[in-house]
């Protein structure tokens, strides 16, 4: 039995579910914009379920702010900026506190990054995936190698010295040598984090290499450390995991 002698802190979580084209890989509630954006009136909606459990988080500060899709750098920086207003107004919001927005490479540049920081945001997670076009082609994304360096780019010219690369390996005929490639690409890039994950067997259009890919990760974490530790690179995060199968759980959008 847990045996708090204050009451534990929050992460918030906030979804905006549309996206310019739903990837065929993606199982997470997503869906594929075909008309204007309901921005004010989805935000409203938003608050007024919040405000629905407040009395469950009475007392509690919040500490983090992760807001994913979907797209969710889809939305104005004027709505995000009412969206943390109508956050502020009704929680307690730890001074400081992160506030993580997903990206899409397809979908910005870097005066819109520059706009939502100044709206409140202060990390980025931007959905690369791969710097292969080959590979980007076959996800069904609709940015190239070129708008993926662009994207990263554009946040740090923008202000943002925290900001996380998602990439993904396993992917349908891809070399083991290809997804170290996108690993050092993201590495050269310079973000304070890095996301890689596994493509998932529930996909049933995505195809793993299955025993290759486990060396492939332990050679990847080997050269991310030893890169960081000469200085070639910043001390920056790696993270590995699979993505989930459909029904196991919830992670952060698919940008």
Request: charged fraction near 20%; glycine fraction near 8%; include cysteine.
């Amino acid at each position: 039995m847990f045996n708090f002698t204050a009451p534990p802190p929050l992460a918030l979580y906030v979804h905006i579910p549309w996206c310019v084209r739903k990837c065929p890989y993606c199982d997470f509630n997503s869906h594929e914009l075909r008309d204007e954006l309901p921005e004010r009136d989805y935000i409203a909606a938003l608050l007024r379920d919040l405000e629905q459990d407040l009395p469950q988080v009475w007392g509690r500060t919040v500490e983090s702010i992760f807001i994913g899709g979907g797209t969710p750098s889809l939305f104005s920086p004027e709505a995000i900026a009412e969206l943390l207003s109508g956050l502020r107004a009704r929680l307690n919001l730890k001074p400081g506190l992160e506030i993580t927005l997903e990206g899409h490479p397809g979908t910005v540049e870097q005066q819109r990054f520059a706009d939502f920081r100044a709206a409140g945001i202060n990390r980025l997670s931007i959905g690369i995936q791969s710097f292969n076009d080959t590979h980007l082609e076959r996800l069904g994304r609709i940015h190239g190698r070129r708008e993926a360096i662009r994207a990263a780019e554009a946040a740090h010219a923008s202000g943002f010295d925290n900001f996380n690369l998602d990439l993904m390996f396993g992917l349908p005929q891809q070399r083991i040598d290809e997804a170290l490639e996108d690993l050092s690409t993201a590495l050269d890039l310079e973000p304070a984090h890095r996301s890689w994950y596994q493509a998932h067997p529930g996909a049933q259009h995505l195809v793993s290499f299955p025993s290759a890919a486990a060396a492939g990760w332990m050679t990847a974490c080997r050269t991310s450390r030893k890169r960081a530790r000469s200085g070639s690179a910043p001390e920056a995060i790696l993270s590995t995991r699979s993505r989930l199968t459909p029904g196991a759980g919830a992670n952060a959008g698919t940008t």
